[in-house]
């Protein structure tokens, strides 16, 4: 092997070390490389909250320790044309805006820029957002209690803050109406607002100041039925006896507070189609019959705004009646409605469907209703909420919304021995629900067409063995932004994807045991979207 010439060797060595050295020289430069203009920042991005919103971008090139700060505009349009909504100047590469800045629930915009340094013009381009963004908002209001909403006033509740000034009331988008807080309503954490239209929507939002911290919308209820068709029962009228005679499509239209009773049952007359409609107010008519027989033929039954009891003459010292309906004789109905109504203290149930005669319903609905001590005995149950155990009886649709259904002792629906065409079970809380060995829903091996649980809770269930179940059917179940609290107990046939509280009913609910069933965990990821509307958070 030959070996480098010492004089050689030195030379090479030379040159590699000069050509380091120029390495090294040309890397300093890069890194003290100073731009005539700042480079644009880049990467705008915004995180945002129910306040507040984080703008964050990413540094100009080059711009360490040149003293580099940033302009921020914000504005209400993606073109960024007109006068920004807010502006700041900054040095960081991020900034918060709050709802002191911008307003809430309102899409805007944001670009960045850098400005000049001491040795760099301002950069010409703007780094724009890629996404509008929105402060969502605070939420301090309460849902609508629909017992406290009537064709003409509603009453607005929120969560006690000091503070607030004023609530604006506007429809349809068109220019709101102030309606000044007093001590008294801040104190109460409620407003009751008059003089509103029949059958309007109405969005109500509430301020402390020039912030909104909250916003809700609501409909008020149907004016006062009128037409030739329009009867107005008197309190000492005889309800029973003007039902059993009515014409088709009659609307019987009760008082506030007046009390409807009959000691046998009501037999309705062939081709029964009628409505018996409550007034609004917070002393809903009472009905107190002893049940009601089908004909052969009905059209739509509906019973709006009004309080069944199961009790004689409205007495809890008194007789407790077994059924609404429990029909045996052949029978045909387009639909039975229950519409913001109180259904309780049957011995047994609402609904019955029994005997070998052909009975078919084509719709059965509780829609924004209040149901408890149905068919508790406080083991097995008696009869299920809706109960049809018979192949000659069949319910086509089911649908229970926005109600509340507690103590009740067998299960919400039974129809084991006929299929229906679909169950729906929207917007509901259940609680202390499901005897012994009793399903939450029952068709054994009959088919429903379809079953959906959506933005409902499932609260403990009233089974003292523990052997409470879900839902046994040929047809899968479906379930969406629905939860089950952790005392629920369902021994067997869970509930397909309900989600999991993980604390007791109690721990979720204000006082169940007493039918209070307002969210009192704010913690609850489902205290705005799940249960009936008049206890969420």
């Known amino acids: 092997m030959r070996l480098l010439h010492p004089i050689k060797f030195t030379a090479l060595y ?14 300093d430069d890069l890194e003290t490389f100073v731009p005539d203009r700042v ?8 995180t945002s909250g129910d306040t507040t919103a984080a703008i964050s971008w990413k540094a100009s090139l080059f711009s360490a320790g040149q ?23 900054t040095d960081s590469v991020n900034i918060k805006v709050s709802d002191a800045d911008l307003q809430v629930r309102k899409y805007y915009w944001a670009r960045v820029k850098g400005n000049a340094s001491a040795s760099s013009s301002a950069s010409i381009l703007w780094a724009n957002s890629s996404d509008s963004f929105r402060l ?5 209001f309460l849902s609508i209690n629909q017992d406290f909403l009537t064709e003409s006033s509603v009453q607005l509740r929120w969560q006690p803050s000091p503070g607030f000034t004023k609530i604006v009331l506007s429809t349809g988008g068109g220019v709101g109406t102030d309606y000044v807080l007093s001590g008294a309503d801040i104190a109460a954490s409620q407003k009751v607002i008059t003089a509103l239209a029949a059958s309007t929507t109405y969005t109500a939002e509430i301020f402390k100041g020039t912030a909104s911290k909250g916003i809700v ?71 107190a019959f002893n049940g009601m027989r089908l004909p052969a033929t009905a059209g739509t039954i509906k019973f709006e705004n009004v309080d069944i009891t199961g009790y004689q003459n409205n007495d809890p010292l008194g007789t407790k009646r077994n059924y609404i309906f429990n029909q045996s004789a052949a029978n045909t109905t387009e639909a039975i409605v229950f519409e913001n109504c109180i259904v309780r203290n049957l011995v047994n149930t609402p609904l019955r469907l029994q005997g070998s005669s052909q ?20 083991s097995t149950g008696t009869y299920a909420l809706i109960h049809s155990n018979v192949a000659t009886g069949k319910i086509n649709h089911i649908k229970i919304s926005n109600s509340t259904l507690y103590q009740i002792g067998y299960s919400i629906i039974l129809h084991n021995a006929a299929p229906s065409l679909s169950v729906l079970i929207e917007n509901c809380t259940i609680d202390n629900s499901i005897g012994n060995g009793r399903y939450l829903i029952d068709y054994n091996a009959q088919s ?19 052997t409470a179940n879900g839902i046994r059917s040929t047809t899968a179940a479906t379930t969406g932004l629905s939860y089950q609290v952790n005392n629920t107990a369902f021994a067997s046939n869970p509930i397909p994807g309900i989600l999991n509280y993980a604390g007791s009913n109690t721990d979720l609910f204000t006082d169940p045991a007493n039918g209070n069933f307002l969210i009192k965990d704010a913690t609850f990821v489902g205290r705005s979207t799940s249960g009936a509307l008049k206890w969420r958070l």
């Open 136 to 140: 969502t908002g605070e939420q301090l």
């Open 39 to 46: 480079f644009t920042p880049t990467n705008v991005d915004v």
């Open 359 to 378: 009975k078919s319903i084509n719709y059965f609905t509780f829609s924004n209703c209040t149901i408890y001590d149905i068919g508790n005995n406080n």
């Open 217 to 287: 919308s609501f409909t008020t209820k149907s004016a006062v039925p009128t037409g030739p068709n329009v009867i107005s029962v008197g309190p000492s009228d005889d309800l029973a006896a003007m039902l059993a005679v009515a014409v088709p499509n009659a609307v019987f239209v009760l008082a506030q507070g007046s009390l409807h009773i009959a000691d046998a049952e009501v037999i309705l007359p062939a081709d029964a189609s009628f409505t018996i409609w409550g007034h609004y107010g917070p002393n809903r008519a009472v009905i």
């Open 67 to 89: 003293e580099v700060n940033y302009t921020v505009e914000v504005y209400d349009n993606k073109l960024f044309t007109g006068t920004p909504t807010y502006t700041t100047i």
């Open 448 to 466: 429903a067409g379809s079953i959906a649980i959506t933005n409902t809770i499932i609260g403990k269930s009233l089974s003292p063995a523990a």
């Open 14 to 27: 030379a040159t590699l070390l000069i050509m380091w050295l120029s390495a090294c020289n040309k890397q």
